[in-house]
């Protein structure tokens, strides 16, 4: 495995989440790399179907409808899986993440999927649909994650998807405004009927107050992920337990502090400063090792996502 490509995926997590990266320094090196690169190949996905800054430079992607660009992007990932030769470093790395681990091909293509639901300009009328869309961008990645730290056990692996979930649930409640603003909307549409929001109107300040209860809904429904996911972390190896545990305590307190700002919670983006990432790895250690001396066991995931098969 090149240096370099470990290097150049590293400084993409840098840039692309200031949470998952510092969540990340926790793994064992080998661990580590492999989440980075995994990573960088998801960050450069995610990129080029938006024509942003890392994966296909503006000039390239200018000319080629989205479309084209998630096309290319899925023969060149079935290309790097089938095992032939790269010059593109994103997939290189998911190339070696996949040989490692191995990594079934369904699952980096369910990612893209995910993608495809954002071209297609997907509407999302109710909580299963937002679920879907969840587990597409993220619940799968928490499922690749879980393999490179050697889990197969299918009922750990529904944990990792729940925390995925989770984060993206929190995800989309932080971003609603901004989502909105470049014509997304993942919230359900049942959901904002009841609030009382028009369509296409969910940035409008004056709906602040109304979405902000919208927003609560959303984190609270992330809570039985988020608790379903500290569960599996009992099934992991102990430096990753450690990572995963600090990564389930940054974002859920994201959530947390979205719901406490209500309608002033779109005034700045919300985020965790260093000192809480810190206060979050001491007690991602103390939860990964309680969750290993009094486990809760196998919970059943009643009423939560089935994932695909």
């Known amino acids: 495995m090149s240096e370099d490509l470990v290097r150049a995926a590293t400084e993409t997590i840098a840039r692309g989440s200031k949470s998952f990266a510092a969540a990340a320094r926790l793994f064992d090196r080998p661990t580590r790399e492999s989440a980075v690169m995994l990573y960088a190949w ?60 191995g990594i079934p091909e369904r699952y980096p293509l369910q990612h893209l999927a995910g993608f495809r639901m954002d071209l297609e300009e997907r509407r999302y009328g109710t909580i299963e649909d937002t679920l879907d869309y969840a587990y597409h961008v993220a619940g799968v990645v ?102 995963i545990a600090t990564a389930h305590g940054v974002y859920r307190q994201i959530g947390i502090e979205v719901r406490r700002r209500g309608a002033r919670a779109w005034d700045a983006r919300v985020s965790t400063s260093k000192l809480q990432k810190l206060g979050q790895v001491v007690r991602g250690g103390a939860t990964a090792l309680m969750t290993r001396i009094a486990s809760p066991g196998p919970a059943p995931r009643r009423g939560l996502y089935e994932r695909p098969a």
């Open 142 to 243: 928490g499922v690749m994650m879980a393999h490179i730290m050697g889990v197969r056990d299918p009922a750990v692996l529904d944990r990792a998807s729940d925390l995925g979930i989770a984060f993206q649930l929190t995800n989309i409640a932080r971003d609603i405004v901004d989502d909105a603003a470049t014509g997304r909307t993942y919230l359900p549409a049942a959901w904002l009927r009841e609030a009382g929001i028009p369509p296409g109107e969910v940035a409008e300040p004056r709906h602040r107050a109304a979405l902000a209860k919208v927003a609560a809904r959303l984190i609270d429904l992330a809570e039985p992920y988020y608790a379903s996911a500290r569960i599996g972390v009992a099934a992991l190896p102990p430096r990753s337990a450690w990572a």
């Open 42 to 101: 998801c960050r450069h996905c995610d990129d080029v179907v938006d024509d942003q800054e890392f994966g296909f430079s503006a000039r390239e992607g200018a000319s080629r409808e989205p479309q084209a660009r998630l096309a290319e992007l899925e023969a060149r990932t079935c290309s790097a899986l089938a095992g032939e030769p790269q010059t593109v470093p994103a997939f290189a790395a998911l190339q070696e993440v996949a040989r490692r681990h």
